[in-house]
């Protein structure tokens, strides 16, 4: 059920008050528990038990976060408890080192994984409500989290395809933010991404390299699109969660990257992308017919021609596609058999990073120093 309505069901809103909440989202954005409390509806306590229901997991409520303990609060770093909403609770007094986390996205397994390597401890997660945890944020690190996520008046009215909140299942149709317009002057500050030269760009050797040392998952994202850069034309990074995919990181030509990284459609839809994580194997070719809407939007988004060529490659942790890297060359046309392969390689060696970090996770192993290339 959706979070609204379980908060319905357990008598704490109204339909009515549910329906006014919901027919806001557009003008103000955020997610719906957020929105409720900041209304004066409900509080966040009462948000964190209808997402714990919703969740199955205890949640985490203020009188907990008064009992933390400092020194496990501590072992966590402010700028990462606000980079992955994550405040750590208590310590387990028996057993593995285990550290009870109360979190935003304790349904965010990378998420998890990255907090407990961050502790260098196996991570017990509680759920409590965004908002809770930025006022706490606050109180604990003195760190400041905004949490607004003002929707565009263009965007039309369907509070079912917000890709930002978990309260509501995955969209049926792709969800792609109004295409940038040619007219608005971009920002000082959102530059497009410009390729280096190739005589300029990381080796493979030296990539896989880096990637062998890092010591977190952006650096994993970072690396990858530092390789493809000069090598193609356009490349996304998509995050497979909840049946959908999401864009990590991305750039293409003449837009900005943190558009790029907006793009956000359902896996249930015919596709390239579709074949790839289903085979478990490398799509190239011509983009296939099947899909054809969904890569049309996706290109028209991006502000590119159709690519005569295309190239998706997963990477799998545990037997399971978590992630799928997209190219085209940087004319539309045929792929260099040579880029292709390297970035099979680059991926195969992605994927052996992301097991190792998790594997230190687990183990709470600090990693080897990332050297400077």
Request: glycine share 6%; proline share 9%.
């Amino acid at each position: 059920m959706r979070l609204g309505e379980i908060l319905v069901q357990l008598g704490l809103l109204t339909p009515e008050q549910l329906k006014g909440v919901l027919d806001s989202r557009d003008l103000f954005g955020g997610r719906i528990g957020t929105q409720i409390v900041q209304r004066g509806l409900l509080d966040t306590d009462q948000i964190s038990e209808g997402l714990g229901r919703q969740m199955r997991m205890p949640a985490a409520l203020q009188r907990h976060f008064d009992k933390a303990d400092p020194a496990v609060v501590a072992m966590l770093k402010p700028n990462l408890a606000a980079r992955y909403m994550a405040i750590p609770l208590v310590a387990a007094r028996s057993g593995v080192k285990r550290i009870v986390v109360a979190m935003a996205t304790p349904q965010d397994m990378l998420v998890v994984d990255d907090v407990a390597f961050a502790l260098g401890a196996r991570v017990e997660p509680m759920i409590s409500a965004e908002l809770a945890i930025a006022r706490n944020l606050k109180r604990l690190y003195n760190v400041e989290v905004n949490l607004s996520r003002p929707a565009r008046a263009d965007t039309p009215a369907n509070p079912s395809r917000s890709p930002a909140s978990h309260e509501f299942p995955a969209p049926a149709g792709p969800v792609l933010p109004p295409f940038p317009s040619a007219s608005e002057p971009a920002a000082a500050d959102s530059a497009p991404v410009l390729a280096p030269p190739l005589d300029a760009a990381v080796s493979l050797e030296d990539a896989v390299h880096r990637l062998s040392v890092c010591e977190h998952r952006d650096q994993i994202a970072d690396i990858l699109i530092d390789f493809m850069l000069p090598r193609f034309g356009c490349g996304i990074i998509f995050l497979l969660r909840e049946g959908s995919a999401q864009a990590w990181r991305g750039y293409a030509q003449g837009i900005d990257a943190r558009a790029v990284e907006t793009v956000n459609f359902p896996m249930s839809v015919p596709s390239m992308f579709r074949l790839a994580q289903q085979r478990a194997a490398t799509f190239r070719g011509p983009p296939p017919p099947e899909g054809s809407h969904l890569h049309a939007q996706i290109w028209k988004y991006l502000q590119c021609q159709v690519p005569t060529e295309v190239v998706v490659i997963p990477i799998a942790i545990a037997e399971r596609v978590v992630i799928l890297v997209y190219a085209h060359g940087s004319d539309g046309g045929r792929l260099p058999e040579s880029y292709v392969q390297e970035l099979q390689a680059m991926c195969t060696a992605a994927g052996s990073s992301f097991v190792r970090l998790i594997q230190q996770a687990k183990e709470g192993k600090k990693p080897p120093t990332l050297v400077p290339l």
